[in-house]
Structures are given as C-alpha cells and as structure tokens.
C-alpha cells in the first residue's frame, strides 16, 4: 500500500497528497485551504485508490519463496521448476475472484494438455500454499482482503510398487558391477529403507563405525525433513561403505569424482531400465524393504518405526495387506477351497 502524506507545496496554501509509485513522486491536489476538508478528501482519496492497487500472483510467490520456502528447503530445484511453470499467473490479482479463478483454469487446461494430473497438482500445491500464506497476517501480511484460493481437486492414490523375489535378485546381483556411489546409494536404500534425501546428505560423522549403524537424524540447521533414524550397517554395504568413507573427500558419502553427489536419478534409471525393471523409482527401494519385513511377519508397529511413519495407519494403508496376518481367514479359505486338485462342481 502507498504511504500517502498531506502536505502544502511551497508558496501555496492549498493542501495536496503526496505519494511513491514505482520509485517516483507522485501528488495531486486537494482544491482547498481548509485542513479538515483536505484530511477528509485525503481519506476518500484512499479508498478509491485501494481499489486499483493489488499485489499480484508473481511478487507473492516471489516472497513466499525468499521468506517462508527457501529458508526451510533442502532443494530448491523443483520448486524452481514450478515456478517457471505458475509465469502465466503472475499478473494475476487473487482479489479479483472471477478474473483470478478464470485465469487459473485456463493455466490447468494448458498444463493437462502437456503434463500429469499429479505433476499439475503439484504445482497447484505451491500457488496455493503461497497465497495462503501471504493473506495470513501473521506471516506474509501481503495480502489485504479476501483472495480467491483456488481449488486442487487431485485426489492422491498411494503408489505401492516393490521388487518381488525374482527382480530383486536381478538388482542384487547387478549392483557391484555398478559405480561406487550408485552402488552405494542403492544398498543402503533397499537394507535400510532410508529415503533419498537422507542418503544424499549422509556426511562421515554419522557413520558410527563402533556401534555398527548409520546415524540418519537430520542436521540441525532448520531446514524441513521427514522423519528419519538410526539404522545398522548391513553386511551387504559394509565394505562399499567402507571405501566410500575412506575415500570421501567432501565429508560426504556418496561422492562421485570428488563431488557430493545431489541427485542420482538418471544413472538410477538408466540402470533399471537394463534390468527390466518397469515402472520402479528409486523410492519403491524403501517400499521394496518394507514389503519384504511385512511378508516376512515383522509387526506393523515396528514397519512403521522404520520407515519412520506418524503412525501405524499410515503403515496399514501401504502393506497391511501383503502382511500374513492381513485377513487371515480369508486367505486360508480361498487355498484351501481352490487348492489345484479341487473338483469344479457343476
């Protein structure tokens, strides 16, 4: 909002209104002498001007990222991305309810056309997070009034994919073919459950090499992470570990060339593409792990503890049922009844 002053200009009586706009002066007068009757046309001055001005969509991201996101974030890649994708409604004013949600369904019928239902979600989470943000005054106290917050009806389905028996097998045998730190990544991803995140941003000091564990807690910086844990070393990724650790070079485990590595996602890729292995990211390695422990009896309480989850319901939702003790009954009925020497009755 401009800082609007009454004054008199020099050598004259009659009052004005001065005020910056886009870095210069502006004034304009008020036609009378009178204090009072200036104060009050000041105050109609005002109103009418409210209505022209608005902070729009671009310097509301633009601020919600210096001042709320960047300061938490542990990358700012994707949300760089998103931002390049929201350009369209920059000039956008989200008080003006009819423009603003016009605007931003033609945006999502342009981004359907090129993107995913969830891709567009996401970005749809930052706009609105943002605008949120900046009507709080509290926090972005950008925003006088009431803006349009536009819907993001995306309903999210819980992705379930692991390895079975016959494909892990495949990835374990192929690994100490593969690069020190994809290698490295990879092993303890799928014998920890680790996240990626938290495997890129292993440093030496949390290898605690006498208790035989990897410390995954996140560092004290501030910045926003999901749960995390202790972990022991597997056999398996013990002696890439191992050399990995004697020879980082940065403080940090997974180096290539000398360098911390920030995101393995091509090589990781390009490795299950050779293996066959369709439809699987590198996070279904943590769901390949915690799959495994529920077909193996492990209970839901302890899955949920490693995979560091809130609670067990959150667990329950992705592998109660591959769990043995997921409906039991029905799944001893179904063998038995169909068993292969069974006689079909007519």
């Given at each position: 909002m401009h800082n609007y002053q009454l004054k008199r200009r020099k050598g004259r009586d009659t009052w004005h209104i001065y005020w910056k706009q886009d870095g210069e002066s502006q004034w304009a007068s008020t036609g009378t002498s009178d204090e009072a009757f200036a104060t009050t046309f000041l105050e109609t001055f005002k109103r009418l001007q409210q209505t022209h001005e608005y902070v729009n969509v671009g310097e509301i991201l633009h601020q919600f990222t210096v001042r709320d996101y960047k300061p938490r974030a542990v990358s700012m890649s994707r949300h760089n991305s998103i931002l390049n994708q929201l350009e369209p409604l920059r000039d956008c004013n989200p008080l003006d309810h009819e423009s603003f949600e016009d605007a931003v369904y033609e945006w999502k019928q342009d981004r359907l056309a090129n993107v995913s239902e969830?891709?567009?979600?996401?970005?749809?989470?930052?706009?609105?997070?943002?605008?949120?943000?900046?009507?709080?005054?509290?926090?972005?106290?950008?925003?006088?009034?009431?803006?349009?917050?536009?819907?993001?009806?995306?309903?999210?389905?819980?992705?379930?994919?692991?390895?079975?028996?016959?494909?892990?097998?495949?990835?374990?045998?192929?690994?100490?073919?593969?690069?020190?730190?994809?290698?490295?990544?990879?092993?303890?991803?799928?014998?920890?459950?680790?996240?990626?995140?938290?495997?890129?941003?292993?440093?030496?000091?949390?290898?605690?090499?006498?208790?035989?564990?990897?410390?995954?807690?996140?560092?004290?910086?501030?910045?926003?992470?999901?749960?995390?844990?202790?972990?022991?070393?597997?056999?398996?990724?013990?002696?890439?570990?191992?050399?990995?650790?004697?020879?980082?070079?940065?403080?940090?485990?997974?180096?290539?060339?000398?360098?911390?590595?920030?995101?393995?996602?091509?090589?990781?890729?390009?490795?299950?593409?050779?293996?066959?292995?369709?439809?699987?990211?590198?996070?279904?390695?943590?769901?390949?792990?915690?799959?495994?422990?529920?077909?193996?009896?492990?209970?839901?309480?302890?899955?949920?503890?490693?995979?560091?989850?809130?609670?067990?319901?959150?667990t329950e939702q992705h592998y109660a049922q591959i769990h043995p003790d997921y409906r039991e009954k029905a799944r001893e009925y179904a063998k038995r009844t169909y068993a292969s020497d069974v006689t079909v009755m007519r």
């Open positions: 969830v891709t567009m979600a996401r970005e749809m989470a930052v706009l609105i997070a943002a605008i949120n943000w900046a009507a709080d005054r509290e926090r972005g106290r950008m925003i006088r009034g009431v803006p349009y917050i536009p819907k993001n009806r995306y309903q999210k389905v819980a992705r379930i994919r692991w390895l079975d028996t016959e494909e892990r097998t495949r990835l374990l045998q192929a690994l100490p073919q593969q690069p020190l730190h994809l290698r490295l990544a990879v092993g303890i991803a799928i014998s920890t459950a680790a996240r990626k995140s938290a495997i890129l941003e292993l440093q030496k000091h949390q290898i605690k090499w006498g208790e035989g564990q990897i410390d995954f807690h996140a560092p004290a910086d501030g910045r926003k992470r999901k749960a995390r844990r202790v972990c022991d070393i597997t056999g398996m990724v013990e002696p890439w570990l191992r050399k990995a650790f004697d020879a980082s070079q940065t403080g940090y485990i997974i180096e290539k060339n000398g360098r911390a590595v920030r995101d393995i996602h091509t090589e990781f890729k390009a490795m299950c593409n050779s293996l066959e292995l369709v439809n699987f990211r590198f996070h279904d390695l943590r769901s390949t792990w915690a799959a495994g422990a529920a077909l193996d009896g492990v209970p839901m309480e302890q899955i949920r503890d490693a995979l560091g989850h809130s609670t067990v319901k959150i």
